[in-house]
């Protein structure tokens, strides 16, 4: 979840519960799941997945059969991460979770099909230092996903739902930091930048998407399962496609190592 140690993020544990099971953190979870299966194709893959929290992206990609070790920094997200793994049968089997931090990864280079660091380093102070810590790790042919805050998006939000001056102050400064979901305040990169940190660490950037282009400001929205279906897909196609990308709250960024890189 995160590496800061300023953020105490098993203080919020019960927030962020909420907000993954809400249609916002499904519409999250399903976009960027569906795109890094979509990257890794049909064979078992080796996946780490580093800042995992409380399991939510580990349990998918064990799901679709691959094995995945989690790494997240807080204890008491682990143990969150922990238990929901036992409670699904077959699961534990291909899941391993250990406590670690993004600047001390304890792997050896390319060793993951795919390296996934999803909401961290908002957190971080920058992120250059912990890009290079995530792409040693990819090896040939495999894939970096990296999921952040959309800096071309910053006072989005705010502007939609009525804070007008907090929308301003962050336009017209071109900020890159603002209130995140959890009430702790998140740092944006902008999707250039995260292209030109593949290329400078041997990756080859692939279409980046938005993440929650029409739905970021509906703090409250709980569809039904149809409605929640129909918008997913309507987030889907605009995630690749400018200018709707261009306002998603988050980027998800992806990147492969090509052979002889």
């Known amino acids: 979840m995160t590496t800061d140690p300023s953020a105490d993020f098993a203080a919020v544990q019960t927030g962020y519960a909420a907000y993954t099971s809400g249609g916002r953190g499904r519409l999250r979870h399903d976009i960027t799941a569906r ?17 995992c929290g409380d399991g939510e992206m580990v349990l998918r990609l064990a799901a679709a059969g691959h094995r995945v070790t989690g790494l997240e920094k807080s204890p008491g997200m682990l143990a969150a991460a922990a238990e929901r793994v036992a409670a699904r049968p077959g699961i534990g089997e291909r899941v391993t979770l250990q406590e670690g931090d993004i600047y001390t990864l304890p792997f050896d280079d390319a060793s993951f099909d795919a390296v ?6 908002m957190y971080l102070p920058e992120t250059a230092v912990a890009y290079a810590h995530l792409a040693r790790l990819v090896t040939t042919h ?9 800096q071309l998006a910053v006072g989005v939000r705010e502007a ?12 017209e400064s071109g900020q890159a930091a603002s209130l995140g979901n959890l009430g702790i305040t998140t740092r944006g990169d902008a999707p250039a930048h995260l292209d030109a940190l593949a290329r400078a660490n041997g990756l080859t950037p692939l279409p980046w ?4 282009i029409f739905h970021d400001h509906r703090t409250d929205w ?6 929640y279906r129909a918008a997913l897909e309507t987030e889907w196609a605009a995630s690749t496609r400018s200018p709707y990308r261009e306002l998603g709250r988050l980027v998800h960024a992806v990147a492969r190592r090509e052979a002889g890189a």
């Not at 194709?41 to 996946?47: E, K, M, S, T, Y």
């Not at 998407?209 to 929650?212: I, S």
């Open 35 to 51: 795109r890094v299966l979509q990257e890794l194709g049909d064979q078992p893959a080796r996946i780490l997945d580093v800042g």
């Open 116 to 121: 996934v660091c999803h909401g961290v380093v």
């Open 142 to 150: 495999g894939v970096l996903s990296i999921l952040t805050k959309n």
């Open 160 to 171: 939609l739902t009525g804070e007008y001056a907090s929308a301003r102050a962050q336009i």
């Open 209 to 212: 998407q938005g993440v929650r």
């Open 222 to 227: 709980q569809p039904d399962e149809t409605g």
